[in-house]
């Protein structure tokens, strides 16, 4: 998500014929977007504010997103930010920058809660990509205990259709062959519009019919009570599709999805994985996992575990719980050993990784649309493209004579490293 609103920031600002820099070197601004859905996100992101006032003491320090939104105080302690401004500001910056006179620092963070329409960032420019983000949806209602995402995005809201056609078509005509739809929950999209008859498979058959140029779709999580028939028929009558599903499982043991406030038991999800098996088989389900929640004992992480392997995810994001300010879990008594969840996430990671092994060695000696993302000289002097596969399996074509953009059929010949090689 900060990924696009980045990208957006940064396309603002070269409307304005702003020069863009590295964030390493010597600059006049500084905007630093910052993210605080994990303890260490959080670090990061004041590591970049320090990092920046350190680079150039005379250049104006912007810090926005989600840590701006919740630690405005604190943030205001650090000598040399300019502007701390919250999530529903981050698409006036330039305005705050024009009509500001060394009054600093400027702080200016709404009450996110109130924030009930889409904001207007939006992206049109592409870099040098082929695959570009699209953020289509805000906000989430949901509260899951462990997650400040509610508190710092605001109550659910969806970007209106039209703005995001128009953005896909800008985008394709600039060279974008694969876009994958983003957001904070995005299967909610359209639940918070008056006319019920836009959601998200509806949308996803607008952009196919209306955006001819792009020839794939993905989606980039989507949680599990938000996949119903409509979503799967689509994916079924669309080749442009991309076979890969990120659903967020989060624990394999209903205790635990309890205190977590997530909204489905394990046979649920189970019984919705089983589903979209069987109508689209060669679909990657790949999914998040958060170890440590508070009363997670050996017994519930034996569930989670087992659950994984049975399940057959292609590959596991694992996250160690920590608590954040404002979230319910912080309650919990029977909090987890920084040890034990270490153990923990290294073990999940060691099964993510033969899941992942599995996963590609049973794609070998299949064909399969790559979409090439660059093109290389290899070591022997030989023209080497990389690129991914519709299901997400990063791929090396060695003696390749096309260019970055191509979208190419070949065949999975063998495990190489982090990449599997391909022969057209
Ligand atoms: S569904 Fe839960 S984890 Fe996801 S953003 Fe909403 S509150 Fe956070």
Redesign the pocket.
Known sequence: MNQYETEALLNLFQEQSFQIVYFGEKADIYIINTCTVTREAERKSRQMIRKAIKQNRMAKIIVTGCSAQSYSPELSEIEGINFILGNGEKNHILKYLQNTVNNFPVISVKPIKNVKKYDTLSKKHTGLHTRSLVKIQDG?N???T??K??YV?GPQRSRNPEDILKEIILLSEKGIKEIVLLG??LGTYGHDFSDSNINLARLISLIIDNCLKIKRIRLSSI?IININNELINVYEKYPKMCPHLHI?L?SGSDKILRLMN?PYNLSFFSDIINKIRKRIPKIAITTDVMVGFPDEDENSFKHTYNYIKNIKFSKLHVFPYSDRNECLSNLLINKVDYSVKKMRTKRLLKLSDELFLTFRKQNIGQVKDILIESVKISQTGNLEAYGITDNYIKVCIPDFHGKKGDLVRAKLTKINNGYVNALL
């Open positions: 989430c949901n509260f899951c462990y997650c995402v509610p995005r904070i929950n949680e967020p989060q997530r």
